[in-house]
Protein backbone atom coordinates (compact mmCIF):
# COMPACT_ATOMS: atom_id res chain seq x y z
CA UNK A 1 0.00 0.00 0.00
CA UNK A 2 1.01 3.53 -1.02
CA UNK A 3 2.19 5.91 1.39
CA UNK A 4 0.01 9.17 1.18
CA UNK A 5 2.10 12.42 2.25
CA UNK A 6 -0.67 15.24 3.71
CA UNK A 7 -1.16 18.32 2.61
CA UNK A 8 0.29 19.40 6.69
CA UNK A 9 3.13 16.87 6.34
CA UNK A 10 4.29 18.55 3.42
CA UNK A 11 3.77 22.22 4.51
CA UNK A 12 5.74 21.22 7.45
CA UNK A 13 8.90 19.94 6.27
CA UNK A 14 8.61 23.18 3.73
CA UNK A 15 8.37 25.62 6.46
CA UNK A 16 11.34 23.52 8.52
CA UNK A 17 13.49 23.71 5.29
CA UNK A 18 12.66 27.91 4.84
CA UNK A 19 13.45 28.64 8.66
CA UNK A 20 16.56 27.29 8.10
CA UNK A 21 17.28 28.55 5.48
CA UNK A 22 15.83 32.36 7.01
CA UNK A 23 18.99 31.18 9.65
CA UNK A 24 21.27 31.01 7.18
CA UNK A 25 21.27 33.87 5.57
CA UNK A 26 20.60 35.52 9.24
CA UNK A 27 24.14 34.15 10.33
CA UNK A 28 25.58 35.10 7.37
CA UNK A 29 23.98 38.88 7.60
CA UNK A 30 25.76 38.80 11.66
CA UNK A 31 29.27 37.81 9.77
CA UNK A 32 29.13 40.20 7.75
CA UNK A 33 27.69 42.95 10.19
CA UNK A 34 30.30 41.83 12.80
CA UNK A 35 33.41 41.27 10.83
CA UNK A 36 33.21 38.22 12.65
CA UNK A 37 33.57 34.59 11.88
CA UNK A 38 33.18 33.34 15.69
CA UNK A 39 29.77 35.09 16.99
CA UNK A 40 29.25 31.89 19.00
CA UNK A 41 31.03 29.16 20.71
CA UNK A 42 29.36 26.86 18.46
CA UNK A 43 30.28 28.12 15.74
CA UNK A 44 33.82 27.00 15.74
CA UNK A 45 34.25 24.84 18.95
CA UNK A 46 38.24 24.63 18.32
CA UNK A 47 38.08 27.98 17.27
CA UNK A 48 36.45 29.63 19.97
CA UNK A 49 39.35 27.62 22.25
CA UNK A 50 42.25 29.49 20.38
CA UNK A 51 40.77 32.57 20.88
CA UNK A 52 39.97 32.66 24.57
CA UNK A 53 43.57 31.38 24.68
CA UNK A 54 44.69 34.63 22.11
CA UNK A 55 42.54 37.07 24.16
CA UNK A 56 43.89 35.62 28.25
CA UNK A 57 47.65 36.26 26.32
CA UNK A 58 46.48 39.46 24.96
CA UNK A 59 45.41 40.50 28.41
CA UNK A 60 48.32 39.74 29.89
CA UNK A 61 50.76 41.16 27.55
CA UNK A 62 48.43 44.38 27.93
CA UNK A 63 49.24 44.34 31.99
CA UNK A 64 52.78 43.69 31.55
CA UNK A 65 53.16 46.81 29.30
CA UNK A 66 51.16 48.88 31.96
CA UNK A 67 53.60 47.50 34.28
CA UNK A 68 56.36 48.45 32.23
CA UNK A 69 54.83 51.90 31.48
CA UNK A 70 54.80 52.62 35.49
CA UNK A 71 58.78 51.30 35.71
CA UNK A 72 59.23 53.04 33.35
CA UNK A 73 57.80 56.86 34.70
CA UNK A 74 59.74 55.73 37.93
CA UNK A 75 63.02 55.17 36.40
CA UNK A 76 62.57 58.60 34.31
CA UNK A 77 61.86 60.38 37.60
CA UNK A 78 64.35 59.03 38.97
CA UNK A 79 66.85 59.94 36.47
CA UNK A 80 65.85 63.26 36.77
CA UNK A 81 66.52 64.32 40.06
CA UNK A 82 69.81 62.48 40.64
CA UNK A 83 70.58 64.57 37.71
CA UNK A 84 69.46 67.70 39.76
CA UNK A 85 71.48 66.29 42.62
CA UNK A 86 74.03 65.95 41.08
CA UNK A 87 74.40 69.48 39.29
CA UNK A 88 73.86 70.40 43.27
CA UNK A 89 77.31 68.66 43.60
CA UNK A 90 79.25 69.89 41.16
CA UNK A 91 77.65 73.61 42.61
CA UNK A 92 78.90 72.52 46.13
CA UNK A 93 81.89 71.52 44.93
CA UNK A 94 82.43 75.55 43.51
CA UNK A 95 81.59 77.16 46.59
CA UNK A 96 84.23 74.75 48.68
CA UNK A 97 86.85 75.50 46.71
CA UNK A 98 85.59 79.50 46.76
CA UNK A 99 85.33 78.85 50.53
CA UNK A 100 89.26 76.97 50.76
CA UNK A 101 90.76 79.93 48.92
CA UNK A 102 92.57 82.37 51.44
CA UNK A 103 91.51 85.34 49.74
CA UNK A 104 87.98 84.14 51.34
CA UNK A 105 86.85 86.92 53.44
CA UNK A 106 85.09 85.07 56.81
CA UNK A 107 81.98 87.06 55.82
CA UNK A 108 82.45 85.62 51.78
CA UNK A 109 82.55 82.33 53.84
CA UNK A 110 79.12 82.96 55.82
CA UNK A 111 77.87 83.54 52.68
CA UNK A 112 78.54 80.53 50.94
CA UNK A 113 76.96 78.45 54.12
CA UNK A 114 74.31 80.13 53.36
CA UNK A 115 73.98 79.23 49.94
CA UNK A 116 74.75 75.66 50.80
CA UNK A 117 71.53 75.22 53.17
CA UNK A 118 69.44 76.38 50.45
CA UNK A 119 71.15 73.59 48.29
CA UNK A 120 70.52 71.12 51.32
CA UNK A 121 66.99 72.00 51.08
CA UNK A 122 66.61 71.70 46.69
CA UNK A 123 68.67 67.66 47.25
CA UNK A 124 66.20 67.27 50.18
CA UNK A 125 63.37 68.63 47.49
CA UNK A 126 65.10 66.53 44.56
CA UNK A 127 64.79 62.88 46.39
CA UNK A 128 61.26 63.89 47.35
CA UNK A 129 60.12 63.28 43.74
CA UNK A 130 57.11 61.51 43.40
CA UNK A 131 55.22 59.43 40.64
CA UNK A 132 51.83 59.83 40.73
CA UNK A 133 51.01 59.51 44.60
CA UNK A 134 53.99 57.61 45.52
CA UNK A 135 57.72 59.38 46.83
CA UNK A 136 60.05 57.39 44.54
CA UNK A 137 63.11 57.64 47.07
CA UNK A 138 61.29 56.43 50.47
CA UNK A 139 61.19 52.42 49.35
CA UNK A 140 58.28 51.30 50.07
CA UNK A 141 57.41 53.83 52.34
CA UNK A 142 55.72 55.53 49.45
CA UNK A 143 52.79 57.71 51.39
CA UNK A 144 55.64 60.22 53.23
CA UNK A 145 57.88 62.37 52.30
CA UNK A 146 61.98 60.69 52.67
CA UNK A 147 63.12 64.15 53.94
CA UNK A 148 61.20 67.08 55.40
CA UNK A 149 62.71 70.39 54.99
CA UNK A 150 65.39 72.50 57.53
CA UNK A 151 68.14 71.12 59.98
CA UNK A 152 67.47 67.67 60.38
CA UNK A 153 68.65 65.35 57.67
CA UNK A 154 67.01 61.93 59.07
CA UNK A 155 65.53 59.96 56.44
CA UNK A 156 61.88 59.29 56.64
CA UNK A 157 61.77 56.00 54.09
CA UNK A 158 62.66 52.56 54.22
CA UNK A 159 65.66 50.51 52.17
CA UNK A 160 63.46 47.87 50.65
CA UNK A 161 63.14 47.02 46.85
CA UNK A 162 60.28 48.66 44.72
CA UNK A 163 59.58 46.04 41.70
CA UNK A 164 57.35 45.47 38.70
CA UNK A 165 57.23 42.89 36.54
CA UNK A 166 57.76 43.21 32.65
CA UNK A 167 57.07 39.20 31.66
CA UNK A 168 55.30 36.03 33.26
CA UNK A 169 57.91 35.33 35.86
CA UNK A 170 60.24 38.60 35.43
CA UNK A 171 60.28 41.48 37.66
CA UNK A 172 62.55 44.11 37.95
CA UNK A 173 63.94 46.69 40.56
CA UNK A 174 62.64 50.52 39.85
CA UNK A 175 63.61 52.18 42.35
CA UNK A 176 67.05 54.28 44.29
CA UNK A 177 66.39 54.40 48.02
CA UNK A 178 67.17 58.15 49.95
CA UNK A 179 69.90 56.26 52.09
CA UNK A 180 71.55 55.28 48.91
CA UNK A 181 71.94 58.80 47.34
CA UNK A 182 71.87 61.50 50.32
CA UNK A 183 71.74 59.07 53.71
CA UNK A 184 70.45 60.43 56.71
CA UNK A 185 72.85 62.96 58.31
CA UNK A 186 74.86 62.41 61.72
CA UNK A 187 77.75 61.31 60.53
CA UNK A 188 77.80 58.66 57.93
CA UNK A 189 79.73 60.36 55.23
CA UNK A 190 76.70 60.38 52.76
CA UNK A 191 76.02 63.85 50.84
CA UNK A 192 73.96 65.75 53.14
CA UNK A 193 76.82 64.79 56.29
CA UNK A 194 79.40 66.05 53.40
CA UNK A 195 77.62 69.28 52.90
CA UNK A 196 76.72 70.09 56.72
CA UNK A 197 80.27 69.03 57.45
CA UNK A 198 81.01 71.83 54.97
CA UNK A 199 78.92 74.25 56.27
CA UNK A 200 80.32 73.65 59.42
CA UNK A 201 83.93 74.23 58.09
CA UNK A 202 83.13 77.25 56.68
CA UNK A 203 82.02 79.08 59.77
CA UNK A 204 85.10 77.68 61.03
CA UNK A 205 87.21 79.11 58.70
CA UNK A 206 88.95 75.25 58.49
CA UNK A 207 90.26 75.67 55.25
CA UNK A 208 92.77 72.87 55.48
CA UNK A 209 89.78 71.05 55.48
CA UNK A 210 87.47 72.59 53.13
CA UNK A 211 90.30 72.10 50.50
CA UNK A 212 91.02 67.98 51.69
CA UNK A 213 88.77 66.09 53.29
CA UNK A 214 85.72 67.86 52.04
CA UNK A 215 86.49 67.73 48.36
CA UNK A 216 87.67 63.94 48.81
CA UNK A 217 83.91 63.27 50.44
CA UNK A 218 82.34 65.32 47.66
CA UNK A 219 84.05 62.90 45.10
CA UNK A 220 83.16 60.05 46.91
CA UNK A 221 79.31 61.21 46.60
CA UNK A 222 79.65 62.55 43.45
CA UNK A 223 80.72 58.61 42.42
CA UNK A 224 78.11 57.61 44.31
CA UNK A 225 75.38 59.33 42.17
CA UNK A 226 77.25 58.61 39.23
CA UNK A 227 76.70 54.79 39.80
CA UNK A 228 73.07 55.21 40.81
CA UNK A 229 72.70 56.86 37.68
CA UNK A 230 74.45 54.19 35.50
CA UNK A 231 71.98 51.34 37.20
CA UNK A 232 69.24 53.63 36.33
CA UNK A 233 70.12 54.00 32.83
CA UNK A 234 70.71 50.14 32.67
CA UNK A 235 67.30 50.14 34.03
CA UNK A 236 65.64 51.94 31.02
CA UNK A 237 67.51 49.82 28.78
CA UNK A 238 66.09 46.91 29.64
CA UNK A 239 62.71 48.79 30.43
CA UNK A 240 62.68 49.34 26.61
CA UNK A 241 63.80 46.60 25.27
CA UNK A 242 61.01 44.67 26.93
CA UNK A 243 58.34 47.07 25.81
CA UNK A 244 59.81 46.29 22.30
CA UNK A 245 59.17 42.60 22.85
CA UNK A 246 55.59 42.82 24.90
CA UNK A 247 54.45 45.66 21.48
CA UNK A 248 55.68 42.60 19.39
CA UNK A 249 53.80 40.18 21.21
CA UNK A 250 50.94 41.60 21.36
CA UNK A 251 50.94 42.16 17.62
CA UNK A 252 51.76 39.33 16.92
CA UNK A 253 48.55 38.04 19.30
CA UNK A 254 46.31 40.53 18.07
CA UNK A 255 46.96 38.82 13.96
CA UNK A 256 46.55 35.51 15.13
CA UNK A 257 42.79 36.52 17.00
CA UNK A 258 42.03 38.02 13.54
CA UNK A 259 43.37 35.09 11.80
CA UNK A 260 41.18 33.17 14.41
CA UNK A 261 38.09 34.99 14.97
CA UNK A 262 37.24 37.52 12.13
CA UNK A 263 35.19 36.96 8.84
CA UNK A 264 36.95 37.98 5.26
CA UNK A 265 34.78 40.57 4.25
CA UNK A 266 34.75 39.74 0.39
CA UNK A 267 34.40 36.00 1.25
CA UNK A 268 31.53 36.47 3.86
CA UNK A 269 29.76 38.90 1.68
CA UNK A 270 29.77 36.42 -1.28
CA UNK A 271 28.55 33.58 0.93
CA UNK A 272 25.48 35.88 2.18
CA UNK A 273 24.54 36.57 -1.27
CA UNK A 274 24.44 32.78 -2.52
CA UNK A 275 23.03 32.38 1.31
CA UNK A 276 19.92 34.95 0.40
CA UNK A 277 19.46 33.78 -3.39
CA UNK A 278 18.96 30.51 -2.20
CA UNK A 279 16.72 31.47 0.41
CA UNK A 280 14.53 33.09 -2.16
CA UNK A 281 14.58 30.24 -4.45
CA UNK A 282 13.18 28.58 -1.29
CA UNK A 283 10.42 30.83 -1.28
CA UNK A 284 9.43 30.59 -4.86
CA UNK A 285 9.57 26.84 -4.43
CA UNK A 286 7.72 26.85 -1.66
CA UNK A 287 5.25 28.90 -2.82
CA UNK A 288 4.47 26.58 -5.70
CA UNK A 289 4.72 23.65 -3.99
CA UNK A 290 1.84 24.73 -1.36
CA UNK A 291 -0.41 26.28 -3.69
CA UNK A 292 -3.64 24.13 -2.87
CA UNK A 293 -5.89 22.64 -5.96
CA UNK A 294 -9.28 21.07 -5.79
CA UNK A 295 -7.19 17.99 -6.84
CA UNK A 296 -5.82 18.22 -3.53
CA UNK A 297 -8.97 17.98 -1.64
CA UNK A 298 -10.52 15.14 -3.61
CA UNK A 299 -7.53 12.79 -3.33
Avoid: C
Avoid at 63 to 81: F, G, H, N, Q
Avoid at 220 to 229: F, G, H, R, S, Y
Amino acid sequence: MAMRITSQTMSTRVMDDLRAAQARVARQQQEVASGRRIVQASDDALGTHDALLLRGSLDGLTKDRESVADATAWVSATDSALSQITDVVHRARELTLQGANGATTNAGRAAIAAELTQLIDVVKDAANAKVGDAYIFGGTATSTPPYAAGAVDSYAGDTAVVARSIGPGVAVQVNTTGMQVLGAGGGDGQLLDTLRTIQAHLTANATASLQGTDLQALSANLDTITAQQATVGATQNRLDAADARLTDAQLVATTLLGTTQDADPVEALMQLNAQSAAYQGALKTAANVLQPSLLDFLR
